[in-house]
């Protein structure tokens, strides 16, 4: 793999198959660096936001249909867990825009759109474990998956019609160490940015490539459903929504953001 980064990536391991590429870092975030990163094709039970199943290529059976990467970050605080899945969202915009010319836009928080629909999910996670005798140490886990060589077909066999692959999209195949790399070198500018200045230096690229705002959705929390306009992202990353005629602060994590018209 052709991989030009400083620390993401340098601790880098491909897996015919795994559950879960965020398991496995979890399972392992105390023996390995910093910064490691682990790839496949084929996910057997990888999640998603909010309790969903992410598997990946488990149901399409042909090599190469998916990506899932996951990153180990081992300087990560408590405070960063909310702000980690705007980076990684922002990581894939600048990575696999970058490398395919695609305009990647981001649906609040972290789902990645390519011509209306969805190219890739997010999930980041923590685990905090004693670190002998040192305290209690946290590593953050983040979790990539991206459609590559599906085909239509294939998301209407599985009900995703809201769905594309990076082939749908352009029309050429790319194989996952592509991706993964184009991924790594993203996340680490997106990174080393963040370490440097904080999400507010990063809010106006963010704000750029939001496709959420402005929109009208439909924001579902403590099983209530409200309808609202999307108006802006603050700088600790959450959804300013007017709702009721209330501007109302829209936590990831806390609620679901759907659009009323199609996907977005």
Not at 8 to 29: A, P
Not at 43 to 61: A, E, F
Not at 125 to 135: D, K, L, Y
Request: glycine share 12%; charged share 20%; hydrophobic share 35%.
């Amino acid at each position: 793999m052709n991989l030009n980064t400083k620390e993401i990536g340098k601790t880098l391991i491909w897996l015919d198959e795994v559950d879960s590429t965020n398991t496995y870092l979890k399972d392992r975030c105390l023996t390995l660096p910093h910064g490691t990163a682990v790839f496949t094709d084929r996910q057997t039970s990888g999640k998603g936001r909010r309790g969903h199943q992410w598997s990946g290529d488990s149901q399409l059976q042909h090599p190469g249909a998916s990506l899932a990467v996951s990153i180990l970050l081992r300087d990560a605080a408590v405070a960063d867990m909310g702000i980690l899945p705007l980076l990684c969202a922002l990581a894939v915009r600048r990575g696999i825009g970058a490398y395919t010319g695609q305009d990647i836009g981001i649906k609040w928080p972290n789902d990645m759109i390519c011509q209306g629909k969805k190219l890739c999910g997010i999930l980041c996670e923590s685990r905090i474990t004693a670190h002998q005798g040192q305290g209690d140490a946290l590593c953050a886990i983040c979790g990539i998956g991206v459609n590559l060589s599906q085909s239509g077909k294939d998301f209407a066999r599985l009900q995703l019609p809201h769905a594309i692959s990076l082939q749908m999209a352009t029309g050429k195949r790319y194989t996952p160490e592509e991706i993964c790399a184009a991924i790594l070198e993203g996340f680490e500018q997106v990174y080393t940015d963040y370490r440097t200045g904080g999400f507010s230096a990063l809010l106006p690229e963010y704000r750029q490539g939001c496709v959420t705002l402005g929109k009208t959705v439909r924001v579902i929390w403590d099983q209530q459903e409200k309808e609202g306009v999307v108006l802006d992202i603050n700088p600790q990353g959450e959804l300013l929504c007017s709702i009721d005629h209330k501007v109302q602060v829209i936590r990831s994590g806390e609620a679901s953001v759907r659009g009323l018209y199609g996907y977005l």
